[in-house]
């Protein structure tokens, strides 16, 4: 569990499947993450299980669901280790209503701080379609460094990759 001033960050449960559904049915909020909308508790629960859990299981990190201090679920954030290129990256997801005050930015600061210095990381990535410009910012907030654009013709989406070594974090923070 991660805690920040406003927000606590725990590692979902199958209790959070319905909100993670709600979250993921809106349109908006899956605009730009190239995923497809989640239709029902069983396949939010599949993704809880099959998807968030494992990676907390092997590799003591993963996407923590968000909640207000009045333990209302805002959404997501957190980091994922993609194995196949050894690479792990930061990644957010709110529901609408509190996008823009500052919960993405302030959930993504504990999470590099979580990754660079409890699991001792030494680079962390994000992406995100170029169109998405709150996410950007989120990105450039963190200090992120501009690592280029994909044109892997393969990929459904194009994306813009950022990264942040652990030197750069630690220079940021002060
Ligand atoms: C991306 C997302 C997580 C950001 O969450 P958030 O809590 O609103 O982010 P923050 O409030 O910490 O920061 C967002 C910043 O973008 C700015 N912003 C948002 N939309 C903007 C727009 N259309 N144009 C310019 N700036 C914009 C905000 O003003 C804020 O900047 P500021 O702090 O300088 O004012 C949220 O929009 C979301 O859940 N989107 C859907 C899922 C998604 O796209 N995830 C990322 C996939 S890569």
């Given amino acids: ?22 979250l993921n049915s809106d349109p908006e909020v899956v605009r730009y993450t190239g995923e497809a909308a989640l239709h029902s508790i069983q396949e939010a629960q599949a993704v809880i299980r099959e998807r968030l859990l494992p990676q907390f299981e092997k590799y003591q990190m993963g996407r923590f669901s968000v909640f207000l201090e009045d333990g209302t679920y805002i959404g997501w954030c957190g980091l ?65 460094t501009f690592r280029g654009i994909n044109t892997d013709p393969t990929e459904p989406h194009g994306f813009i990759t950022y990264d942040l070594s652990a030197e750069e974090f630690q220079r940021c923070k002060k």
């Avoid at 920040?4 to 993670?20: F, G």
């Avoid at 209503?97 to 919960?103: K, N, T």
């Fill in 80 to 144: 994922r280790f993609f194995p196949e290129t050894d690479e792990v990256d930061l990644g957010y997801r709110f529901m609408k209503q509190y996008w823009g005050q500052g919960y993405a930015t302030e959930a993504s600061r504990t999470c590099l701080e979580y990754g660079f210095e409890k699991l001792k990381l030494k680079r962390i990535l994000a992406k995100s379609m170029p169109e998405n410009i709150a996410s950007l910012k989120v990105i450039q907030k963190m200090g992120m």
């Fill in 1 to 22: 569990m991660l805690k920040t001033s406003r927000l606590t960050l725990k590692v979902a449960t199958l209790e959070d499947a319905a909100s993670m559904m709600k």
